[in-house]
């Protein structure tokens, strides 16, 4: 039997063990697969990032006997409603008519920030200065607490933990970093 012409991707001559064409995989073809699954895993990748960096920024905030606790930074009870961090952040609540009333002072990331909330129909509304620049939001109920959306249309959501209608007069949110209070 005569070996058949040569040929580079076709048949393998067996010397007449077998008349089944026995064919090996180019090695183009294998190398041409890896870029593409690499550029797809690529693509997961950014797309998974992108969903990270763009959520919803979530704070914690709890009001109790204990004290008020906002994002981890604690404020003790000093008494009539006042609280006082350790670096001189200050909250106050007082009580009014439609709901309770609050008043911060802090500083945000380097920045002075004040901040006024009071009750407003299915929530509260909220002014703030900070670092000179003027800011109002809405907060919403939410199961969770409060959906807070900023006039310039940045949102956070303000999980609420102890009791349920704590005012959050501090404009949480509004750095890419975890805040520092002081």
């Given at each position: 039997m005569a070996d058949p012409p040569p040929r580079r991707?076709?048949?393998?001559?067996?010397?007449?063990?077998?008349?089944?064409?026995?064919?090996?995989?180019?090695?183009?073809?294998?190398?041409?697969?890896?870029?593409?699954?690499?550029?797809?895993?690529?693509?997961?990748?950014?797309?998974?990032?992108?969903?990270?960096?763009?959520?919803?920024?979530q704070v914690d905030v709890r009001l109790?006997?204990?004290?008020y606790r906002i994002d981890?930074?604690?404020?003790?009870?000093?008494g009539g409603?006042?609280?006082v961090g350790p670096g001189g952040a200050a909250l106050v609540i007082e009580p009014g008519p439609r709901g309770p009333v609050a008043g911060a002072s802090a500083g945000l990331d380097g920045r002075h920030m004040t901040g006024r909330c009071e009750p407003a129909p299915g929530g509260e509304?909220?002014?703030?200065?900070?670092?000179?620049?003027?800011?109002s939001a809405v907060d919403e109920r939410t199961e969770y607490g409060w959906h807070r959306r900023y006039s310039d249309g940045r949102t956070v959501a303000i999980?609420?933990?102890?009791?349920?209608?704590?005012?959050?007069?501090?404009?949480?949110?509004r750095s890419a970093a975890r805040s520092r209070w002081w």
């Amino acid at each position: 039997m005569a070996d058949p012409p040569p040929r580079r991707d076709l048949r393998i001559p067996l010397g007449g063990l077998s008349r089944h064409a026995v064919r090996r995989p180019r090695l183009r073809r294998t190398l041409l697969r890896w870029p593409v699954l690499a550029a797809l895993a690529g693509a997961a990748a950014a797309m998974a990032g992108v969903l990270l960096a763009t959520g919803e920024p979530q704070v914690d905030v709890r009001l109790d006997g204990d004290g008020y606790r906002i994002d981890g930074q604690r404020l003790e009870a000093s008494g009539g409603g006042t609280y006082v961090g350790p670096g001189g952040a200050a909250l106050v609540i007082e009580p009014g008519p439609r709901g309770p009333v609050a008043g911060a002072s802090a500083g945000l990331d380097g920045r002075h920030m004040t901040g006024r909330c009071e009750p407003a129909p299915g929530g509260e509304s909220c002014r703030f200065t900070l670092g000179g620049e003027t800011l109002s939001a809405v907060d919403e109920r939410t199961e969770y607490g409060w959906h807070r959306r900023y006039s310039d249309g940045r949102t956070v959501a303000i999980r609420l933990t102890g009791e349920r209608d704590a005012p959050v007069p501090f404009a949480v949110g509004r750095s890419a970093a975890r805040s520092r209070w002081w």
